[in-house]
């Protein structure tokens, strides 16, 4: 089945330090990058979404110049924490979106996530 | 707006009890329905869906069905498990969108041996 792997898994970081999660979908080609944001004990956040090729459509609230998010190939998206602060330790999640050709379905799947820790 | 209400946590069973928790929605037409799975440390997993009213998604002895009357897509299972310990999340996809989910804020169950 379609699988995307995150990496990292955890990342502890200084403030004011960037950091750099990807997200590959392994056995499928995602036209559609989804990143999403969850707090302890909260919900998933959407942040952004990204199509291959073209700049991410970043949700209300959500600071472009602190999130770059980079879809530069159908395999491969990438979310840079740009000069983290503590507030910005979270748990991202990437998800990828895909049209299946067999049954017509557009499926998404999600990777294991990556917990940011700042100090 | 599109939106997905569920039942707050924790809710707490002992092993081979009766599940339900509750989930409505607003949108408008005719959204797909998702219940996730989040176990602990780990990403989300598709539980079951439901794309048109009445369908009925259902998957390791969870089932849930599409309430258009009610808008609601309440999750059940007859026997829960310690293993079924974990975060669920109900979910929704607009008509206008293929991919995009709104999620609801989550139920943590706690199944006791």
């Known amino acids: 089945g379609a699988v995307v792997s995150q990496h990292p898994s955890w990342v502890i970081c200084k403030s004011g330090t960037s950091v750099k999660i990807e997200c590959r979908s392994l056995d499928f080609q995602a036209t559609t990058m989804f990143w999403y944001r969850q707090f302890p004990k909260q919900s998933l956040m959407l942040m952004a979404t990204s199509n291959e090729g073209s700049k991410a459509t970043y949700e209300q609230g959500v600071e472009k110049d602190k999130f770059l998010i980079n879809h530069a190939s159908l395999t491969l998206s990438t979310l840079t924490v740009t000069s983290a602060h503590p507030e910005d330790s979270s748990f991202y999640i990437c998800?990828?979106?895909?049209?299946?050709?067999?049954?017509?379905?557009?499926?998404?799947?999600f990777g294991a996530g990556s917990r940011l820790t700042v100090l | 707006g599109n939106s997905v209400t569920q039942m707050e946590g924790p809710v707490t069973l002992s092993e081979e009890a009766f599940l339900t928790i509750n989930c409505t929605y607003t949108a408008t037409g005719y959204p797909s329905l998702f219940w996730y799975v989040q176990y602990p440390g780990e990403g989300l997993q598709l539980l079951l869906k439901a794309t048109k009213a009445d369908d009925k998604g259902s998957n390791k002895g969870f089932e849930a069905t599409y309430r258009k009357e009610t808008t609601s897509f309440h999750l059940e299972k007859g026997s829960v498990q310690v293993s079924d310990s974990a975060v669920y999340f109900c979910?929704?996809?607009?008509?206008?969108?293929?991919?995009?989910?709104?999620f609801g804020s989550g139920t943590r169950l706690l199944v006791r041996p």
């Open positions: 998800s990828g979106g895909f049209r299946d050709r067999s049954s017509g379905a557009n499926v998404l799947t």
């Open positions: 979910a929704l996809t607009p008509m206008d969108s293929s991919y995009k989910l709104i």
